[in-house]
């Protein structure tokens, strides 16, 4: 890490204050967070049904042929709690933007003018790295799986009784938005390793000597996260190893950086 400078110093010093202003500070940037939440929640809950259907498109796609196929709900309030449900897991995506920048105005007075200059790309890459996850498994992983699922029904006759799929709405929105936000969380792995990376805990050739172990960590970290199925599984698995090899690289990348600015100040002392 650079060492601070006087006028780095100074910076930090004009922004010190007593404990009970950064709690004051800290319930203005929750209160800013939480009505965000809200603001995009209510918005959402009012668009719940387009939402919904957007939601429901993979399983629609896998169904179409046959029209009168649909889901259920098997309680009174059932469907009411999944707008709700749709309205907050929307609203959150929404708002997180004004979440992130609160939560960024409360920690960046705290650092040092170097630091926030290393943290800002990291903080702009990691929406975009979610949305990246989620569009992922929304559109490759979870259409093949549904595809994969519903191949295993069967008709009935000659004395069997058939297997329908009569999906039930709660279970496959829970089932949808975890997925979303494993693969969207899964996918922050090149941020994290890289912020590693930059604060000197971690080096790329600490991470290329643990390549093996890390892909056997993240099989077991597939295997939890995916349905029970090969294809699920490779589908975070792949995307998961590849982004383990870029960060590797990104850390390559930050330790050359830093390497040539020391090198540049010993040769100027």
Known sequence: MNKPTADDEAAIDATKAPLMDHLIELRRRLIWSVLAFMAAFLICFYFAKPIYGFLTEPLYEALKSEPSRH?????????FFVYVKVG?????????????AQLWMFVAPGLYKHERNAFLPFLAATPFLFVLGAAFVFYIMLPNAIRFFVSFETHGGNGTLGIELQAKVSEYLDFVMTLIFAFGLCFQLPVLLSLLGRVGIISSAQLRSMRRYSIVGMTAVAAILTPPDIFSMMSLLVPLVALYEISILCVWLIERDRAKKDAAKAATS
Request: charged share 5%.
């Open 71 to 79: 889901m259920i709900a098997t309680g009174l309030t059932e469907t």
């Open 88 to 100: 907050m897991f929307a609203g959150l995506c929404l708002a997180f933007p004004v979440i992130a």
